[in-house]
């Protein structure tokens, strides 16, 4: 997470996680702006998202909270998590777990482009394999 903080990474996307799950806006391992479903996010100045879109092969990881996307939502102050250490698996509750989706979908993003001084965006949405919207956000950044 330092390095990303660093250079101002504007999304982060991983998939090891068999799930899809979406944070909030972070910054120096602590939650630095909510970012609801549709809200827009600002890299430069605020932090960075991290989404696991993980929901697209082999059998499903259950969460240990409900669900929560869009239409549907079920917002929690924390979830418990954990990690996996050298050690073995420690326990952790966070604060970051915005959206999550426990079934089929993928990750959809459309990249704009801007004029310098102007914002270039990514607009990320997660998507069901009904084809249902379960997510979708903004993360913009001045063009230079």
């Known amino acids: 997470m330092p390095l990303f903080e660093k250079y101002q990474v504007d999304l982060v996307i991983n998939g090891h996680n068999h799930q899809y799950e979406r944070t909030d806006v972070i910054k120096g391992n602590e939650v630095a702006k909510k970012l609801p479903i549709g809200g827009t996010a600002y890299p430069e100045t605020e932090g960075v998202v991290y989404v696991t879109a993980g929901a697209a092969g ?46 089929y979908s993928f990750l959809r993003v459309d990249v ?33």
Do not use: C, M
């Not at 669900?67 to 326990?91: I, M, P, R, T, W």
């Not at 310098?116 to 997510?135: F, P």
């Open 58 to 103: 082999r059998s499903l990881y259950a969460f240990t909270a409900p669900d929560s996307y869009e239409g549907h939502e079920h917002e929690q102050d924390s979830v418990a998590s954990f990690v996996n250490l050298e050690g073995g698996k420690q326990n952790e509750t966070v604060a970051w777990s915005r959206v999550r989706y426990l079934n």
């Open 112 to 144: 704009t482009p801007a004029p310098k001084g102007r914002y270039a965006t990514l607009k990320v949405q997660g998507i069901a394999e009904t084809g249902e919207r379960i997510d979708h956000f903004t993360v913009a950044r001045r063009a230079k």
